[in-house]
């Protein structure tokens, strides 16, 4: 088995084999795990946030949710998840939405899309690249009157997804950093993932 | 597991009391004037540049300079238009939903609001809007999806478009799909309120920087309305001065930070 410590605010990326297990460890509770994956022999081939969630006609990212790609094909399938229901509508954050979210005082605090940028720039990708972005362990309920909010997680010490690979990807993950926001309890913490056959 | 030493606990609350207080504003959104749906039939528009239908299952694609807006008019049930947008000329610079609803935190985007690019920046203003029915969250018809009888769908078309503007497949955001009313109910599941729609409803965009974008006219695959889709009409308007206590500009402090950032390029 394969572990990857992954310590607070930074990114990382692997590649998952068909059939393979991925398990992502929140490690210490309520820390955002922003993550995309790319087929790994041809990365115009990634996630879509959008065809996963109408395939499986509901918004939250939960154990038996079929992971889709933008060619409506499998990526991998959740068969864990400890802690209930992640977002995948959120997106990641950036310096640029911070400075419109929270004000022009936090444009230079660190961000998901910095972490993804320079992760992708390893596998030949840019900024275009970036697709919509799966948040494990953030909680963004989403109202029937369409209001949407960003609470605080509700995930505990140890909770964790894990998914089979349906096609060999590349999963790429940017430990988020935010600190304006309850999503990762004000104090961004180190976090985990296993691969095994 | 890797070691980890807490923050101080005084900046954690510092950091949690400055989120309460934007939640607490942004969840309770006042526009300056109320967004009433726009009045059905839309008026006549005057100073058009460019008019043009949108047969059933077939796309688009526009090119808009600051001010200028697009008028997107449906004739029946059954045609919803996917959006997708970028900059121009720097097309890594796009429509970004996720940013364009946690922002101003609603999923429901209707009259007063505006789309954000991932730069933080505004791209369109929603001026005028006769349904508040439209959607954020599933896209369009996938390869399989609805379309029409000979199997026309969403993706296939954006794909189609961006390759017209010069752009691939690595380059489609998620798309706003117009006259497609999808919420999601306490359980978290989609449903479709064809309440919100009439048939003959209508929405203005107007462009906030230079923009180049791809329509997709095709039924939504959550639309229980089935036959021939409809065509839509789309009509170019000429700029016009945007007024200093403009709904879209002034609506939210997010709508106004966006505003700041288009002003410094």
């Known amino acids: 088995m394969q572990i990857h410590d992954i310590p607070a605010e930074k990114p990382w990326s692997g590649i998952v084999l068909k059939g393979q ?148 990807v590349l999963c790429v993950i940017s430990n988020c950093p935010q600190i304006n926001n309850p999503c990762n309890g004000f104090d961004p913490t180190p976090i985990r993932v296993e691969i095994s056959d | 597991m890797m070691p980890h030493t807490p923050r101080p606990a005084e900046a954690i609350a510092a950091d949690r009391a400055r989120y309460e207080d934007h939640q607490r504003k942004g969840l309770a959104f006042t526009p300056k004037s109320p967004p009433t749906p726009s009045p059905i039939p839309a008026p006549a528009m005057v100073d058009v540049l460019r008019e043009q239908a949108i047969p059933g299952g077939w796309y688009s694609t526009f090119a808009l300079q600051p001010g200028q807006t697009l008028r997107l008019q449906a004739h029946a049930l059954g045609s919803s238009v996917s959006l997708a947008a970028w900059a121009s000329p720097d097309h890594s610079e796009r429509l970004n939903l996720p940013d364009t609803v946690k922002v101003q935190w609603t999923t429901e985007l209707r009259k007063g609001r505006v789309l954000f690019s991932d730069m933080g920046r505004v791209m369109l203003s929603i001026t005028e809007d006769s349904s508040g029915g439209h959607d954020v969250l599933t896209g369009g018809s996938g390869p399989d999806g609805a379309g029409t009888p000979v199997q026309r769908n969403t993706r ?63 039924r939504h695959p959550l639309d229980p309305t089935f036959g021939e889709v409809p065509p839509v009409t789309l009509t170019l308007q000429g700029a016009r001065a945007v007024a200093a206590d403009d709904l879209c500009r002034t609506a939210t402090a997010e709508a106004i930070r966006g505003f700041q950032n288009n002003a410094r390029g």
């Open chain 2, 156 to 218: 296939d078309n954006m794909i189609l478009a961006a390759a017209k503007l010069g752009l691939g497949r690595r380059d489609l955001p998620m798309l706003m799909t117009f006259f497609a009313p999808v919420r999601v109910d306490a359980a978290g599941r989609f449903f479709w309120n064809a309440t919100l729609l009439s048939g003959t409803d209508w929405v203005e965009l107007r462009a906030e920087m230079p923009l180049v974008l791809a329509l997709s006219n095709t």
């Open chain 1, 21 to 168: 297990t991925i398990r992502i460890i929140d490690a210490y509770g309520q820390q955002a795990i922003d993550t995309i994956f790319y087929n790994a022999h041809d990365h115009t081939e990634r996630y879509s946030a959008q065809d996963t969630m109408r395939e499986q006609g509901a918004a939250y990212i939960t154990k038996g949710t079929r992971v889709m790609s933008n060619d409506g094909r499998v990526m991998l399938t959740i068969t864990v998840d400890l802690s209930g229901r992640h977002d995948t509508c959120a997106g990641c954050c950036s310096c640029e939405s911070n400075t419109v979210r929270f004000g022009e005082g936090t444009r230079h605090l660190h961000a998901c899309r910095e972490n993804f940028i320079l992760e992708l720039s390893r596998h030949g990708m840019a900024k275009r690249d970036i697709v919509p972005n799966i948040n494990f362990f953030m909680n963004v309920p989403i109202s029937p009157n369409g209001a949407m909010t960003i609470d605080d997680g509700i995930s505990a010490p140890g909770d964790h997804v894990e998914m089979v690979a349906e096609m060999d």
